[in-house]
């Protein structure tokens, strides 16, 4: 069993920039791929970005590919995503994901943080 906390969401204006973290507890020696997913009111979760254990290999959707950096850090069990330049598309909720590979999830997930783009 894994527990992931995410923090760090909240209101910015387009173009402006965002740091979300989760927190992970899980079983000594686990090696799990992490990613992020989000959900926008009224519409399906969607893959955002994923990272391997090492942080050797990351993956992103089209729609954040430049502008989002996905890193972990394994000593502290920690991961998180940088989002830069962002726009009112990006508005969702950002839920933190362990056990997947690359964009399909895993079985993990956290609550969700709330980010909202928007003058």
């Known amino acids: 069993q894994v527990h992931l906390v995410e923090s760090g969401g909240g209101l910015v204006q387009p173009g402006g920039s965002l740091r979300l973290s989760c927190a992970a507890e899980?079983?000594?020696?686990?090696?799990?791929?992490m990613g992020w997913f989000r959900q926008a009111q009224g519409k399906e979760r969607e893959f955002v970005a994923a990272?391997?254990?090492?942080?050797?290999?990351?993956y992103y959707s089209d729609s954040v590919k430049g502008r989002f950096t996905i890193f972990r850090d394994n000593v502290k069990s920690t991961m998180g995503l940088q989002m830069n330049s962002l726009e009112p598309e990006d508005t969702a909720v950002y839920y933190c994901?362990?056990?997947?590979?690359?964009?399909?999830?895993?079985?993990?997930w956290g609550q969700g943080t709330q980010v909202t783009v928007s003058s």
């Open positions: 899980g079983p000594p020696g686990s090696r799990y791929v």
């Open positions: 994901n362990a056990g997947g590979l690359a964009s399909t999830p895993g079985d993990y």
């Open positions: 990272i391997g254990w090492t942080g050797s290999n990351t």
